[in-house]
């Protein structure tokens, strides 16, 4: 929380700001205009709950800023824009791929988000594949320069593509180059089902993130159970939400941090997670009421006017980290030690954790999205600056992970909670190369156990998924050393690879 | 029938044992000793002379009713019950029936598609594994077997076994027969005749040499794939030697150059079978 009490002190924030070597021109002037939002108050009075729980670590509002001027995560539908243009910027419909992708280029430059760049661009086989009638080298060409310029222009690799569950020309092409451009933007899922996607296409997505570590794996029967029918697609780190619309805001609770608070587990369950629960509740909505009400996106942004989102498809995201911590607080006011993922009875606290939280959230109706029968959606969210201690999601610590079976089976269970998205990664040894369909019958396995998103990546590549996001270990250690990179989220990865162990992940031996 | 077989390891999941992902069970006992052995403490069998039981650091073995006993919890896998083998065994080894294996290979549904059973030599177990095979299946998942290829395959009592497994891996040593004999104590006869009939029979799925420098691996190489060359969809492993856990004496094994791997290469590929390089 970021709050000036004077203007001295905006000031003197702002000069850091302006003196500051290793940030680019874009991330100053990004952070000017946070700093100018901070200099609002919260939405909320001076004397709410929040307050001492944020600063007790228990709530976390993910420094979205004070004042949000535009939903946190935009879906919007690309496939109107293809086939009807928009007005505002000038664009007609597209008749070929030359105009596809370049309608796509522009349109993206004004998706606002949380980061300022589009989280997420589209199902970008299936919107470009009406645009290939065969492939030769001007279409591969074409797509590589498509891909390139969105790795050095969209300059975050929260943002989100998604490919499948068919093999297409059009996917085909991405998978066969990904590997050769090593781009840590954008972040990609095949949303993947088994009964659709064939497996030769499914092994050369498997070997591509080795290579990569893109793409990620979605269980895409067991989300369309979820989604009833309303569109979705996977944004930002692994965030599956309603397309013509997205998430206006996510905040988070740590469970272990409430959990440090309670005298028991009964106290926990019946008496701290509802309080803290509910104080968060009401911040979110109170802070989507501003949003709604007081800003001018949903009035006159064209997005809105042209239909490419509708307010009803927007919904709030209460975010979870540190239940593996959790579990160890609680367990030890009881005199045990129970560890998630190696004993049972982890898990089963785990489960009776998640159902509370569940049950909590649901009770709560809001004002907006009608979408999700006005009720936020759960999110296992992967992990922000000052979590150390504090293991994303509902995720097994790093270091503690038991065999991979044991860890999927753990997950998978965890995992069922989060329709708005959650994930495990694996890294495997670089032997596995030679063997894509192991790795694709242990996804599958995880799959049938009802593991949500899973992904894998090659032990000693230089791209690596860090939470949920990409990023090249070769450019943090430029940014460590004081050097620009062209992408912010090297910024965000600087915590979890110094800190917080990423890079001690179990590799999984062969 | 023998009620149990003997156990070296089982590795729940194994990407380098056949397609997919398999759970690969490795048998104690061999009848080739093979001089560059990887593992050479599954080829004899324990006799449970006790020798090692006093030096294990952590009291994980012990002597009961005469048999030594290792207790895998408190292992901590230092591996100085086999450096002071003095027959050059394992203690650390289970004894199984089939259905205790059932239940262990079970516990890895549904993350594999198959079991690969190796060694050791597995074939020694051949109604053991016949059981394991057919139970196996029933539960949709696959075998296949990783073999010497010394006993005969086309003989009757071992049919059954030919008819439960979805597939062999068979390590073709050498075509020459005195460096066969040199490199395992044994002839390569059944060996051939094994690579054969399984390819006729299409439960080949595939051979593997490993390529040491001063060996005639060419003379291998071209043999086999000339002799396999009618049967298609074949894939021919070149495994460069690596001295991973080979007894002491046979470190100054060496393996090939990468020049005169790519000839063997073409040569494979020049018959008609695909070559994986490894």
């Given at each position: ?25 874009e ?32 709530i976390?509002?993910?420094d ?5 001027y535009?939903?946190r ?33 522009i ?13 997420y661009?589209?199902s ?36 989100h ?29 095949l ?22 570590a ?6 895409l ?8 029918g ?16 997205g ?8 469970l272990?941090k ?5 005298k ?18 009401h ?10 009400n007081k ?25 979870v ?39 909590l ?16 959606m759960?999110?296992a969210q ?16 790093i270091?503690k992970?038991p ?10 269970r ?7 998205g ?24 995880a799959?049938?156990?009802?593991m949500r ?13 860090v ?31 110094n ?6 992940r ?5 | 029938?023998?009620k ?38 599954t ?45 050059g065994?394992?203690p650390?080894?289970?004894?199984y029936?089939v259905d ?7 516990e ?21 594994l ?18 010497n ?44 005749e ?10 080949l ?11 005639k ?22 495994i460069s030697?690596r ?9 100054e094994?060496k ?10 290469k ?13």
């Amino acid at each position: 929380m970021e709050i000036f009490d004077k203007v001295e002190d905006i000031k003197k924030e702002v000069m850091n700001t302006i003196e500051n070597q290793s940030l680019t021109y874009e991330q100053q002037t990004y952070r000017l205009s946070k700093i100018a939002e901070n200099v609002m108050d919260y939405p909320i009075l001076k004397n709410d709950l929040f307050y001492e729980m944020y600063n007790k670590g228990k709530i976390c509002d993910l420094d979205e800023g004070h004042a949000p001027y535009a939903p946190r995560y935009i879906l919007p539908d690309y496939e109107k824009l293809l086939r009807e243009g928009s007005e505002f910027l000038r664009l007609t419909p597209a008749k070929n791929l030359r105009q596809a992708i370049n309608s796509l280029l522009i349109f993206y430059h004004h998706v606002p988000s949380i980061t300022r760049f589009p989280v997420y661009i589209g199902s970008l086989d299936t919107l470009l594949e009406p645009f290939v009638d065969e492939v030769n080298d001007d279409v591969i060409e074409e797509i590589k320069l498509f891909l390139i310029q969105l790795d050095r222009t969209i300059n975050d690799s929260f943002c989100h593509a998604n490919i499948g569950p068919y093999e297409t020309k059009v996917g085909n092409i991405i998978l066969d180059i990904i590997g050769e451009l090593q781009n840590v933007t954008p972040n990609m899922t095949l949303l993947y089902d088994s009964e659709i996607t064939p497996d030769n296409f499914a092994e050369k997505a498997i070997k591509a993130s080795l290579d990569s570590a893109n793409p990620a794996f979605a269980n895409l029967s067991y989300y369309k159970k979820d989604f009833n029918g309303i569109p979705f697609g996977i944004a930002s780190c692994y965030n599956a939400l309603p397309t013509t619309g997205g998430a206006f805001t996510l905040s988070r609770i740590r469970l272990n941090k409430i959990a440090d608070d309670s005298k028991d587990i009964d106290d926990f369950i019946n008496r701290e997670l509802p309080k803290v629960v509910d104080t968060l509740l009401h911040f979110m909505e109170s802070k989507i009421d501003f949003l709604v009400n007081k800003t001018s996106f949903f009035e006159s942004n064209f997005l809105v006017r042209e239909g490419f989102v509708k307010l009803e498809n927007f919904v709030g995201l209460f975010g979870v980290v540190g239940l593996h911590e959790c579990i160890e607080t609680l367990s030890a006011k009881e005199g045990k030690t129970l560890v998630l993922g190696t004993d049972k009875e982890a898990k089963e606290l785990g489960v009776k954790i998640m159902d509370q939280v569940e049950e909590l959230v649901n009770n709560f109706t809001s004002k907006y999205s009608p979408v999700w029968n006005n009720k936020f959606m759960l999110h296992a969210q992967v992990g922000a600056a000052n979590d150390k201690g504090t293991t994303a999601g509902t995720r097994i610590q790093i270091g503690k992970e038991p065999d991979i079976y044991q860890h999927i089976r753990t997950a998978a269970r965890l995992q069922q909670y989060f329709p708005s998205g959650t994930g495990d990664h694996f890294p495997f040894e670089s032997t596995a190369e030679k063997n894509p369909k192991a790795i694709l019958d242990i996804f599958r396995g995880a799959f049938k156990l009802n593991m949500r998103y899973i992904s894998c990546y090659k032990e000693d590549g230089d791209l690596i998924r860090v939470t949920g996001y990409l990023v090249k270990k070769s450019d943090l250690e430029k940014f460590n050393r004081g050097e620009q990179v062209s992408y912010d989220t090297v910024q965000y990865a600087q915590d979890p690879l110094n800190e917080y162990g990423i890079l001690e992940r179990k590799v999984q031996n062969v | 029938m023998c009620k149990t077989a003997t156990i070296n390891k089982i590795i729940p999941m194994s990407l380098v044992d056949g397609p997919g992902n398999r759970t690969a069970i490795f048998f104690q006992g061999c009848n080739f000793n093979c001089s560059y052995c990887h593992n050479p403490e599954t080829i004899k069998k324990c006799i449970n002379c006790g020798v090692c039981v006093s030096h294990c650091p952590v009291g994980a073995l012990k002597m009961i009713d005469g048999k030594a006993i290792w207790d895998e919890n408190k292992c901590i896998d230092c591996d100085t019950c086999i450096k002071v083998c003095p027959h050059g065994s394992t203690p650390k080894t289970h004894e199984y029936t089939v259905d205790d294996l059932m239940e262990k290979i079970e516990e890895n549904i549904p993350f594999i598609e198959g079991i690969t059973t190796s060694g050791g030599e597995c074939t020694l177990n051949f109604e053991f594994l016949e059981e394991l095979f057919t139970k196996v299946k029933s539960l949709g998942l696959t075998s296949l077997v990783d073999t010497n290829g010394f006993i005969s395959l086309k003989s009757p009592i071992m049919d059954g076994l030919v008819k439960a497994a979805d597939g062999f891996m068979l390590d073709i040593k050498s075509m020459n027969e005195d460096e066969h004999i040199k490199l395992t104590g044994r002839s390569n006869k059944t060996v051939i005749e094994n690579a054969v009939y399984l390819a006729s029979i299409g439960k080949l799925q595939e051979i593997r040499t490993v390529l040491i420098e001063g060996h005639k691996n060419r003379e291998t190489v071209e043999n086999i794939t000339k002799l396999l060359k009618p049967y298609p969809n074949l894939t021919y492993k070149l495994i460069s030697y690596r001295p991973f856990g080979v007894r002491e004496e046979f470190l100054e094994l060496k393996s090939i150059g990468q020049k005169e791997k790519e000839e063997l290469k073409e040569i494979v590929i020049a018959n008609g079978i695909k070559v994986i390089d490894c």
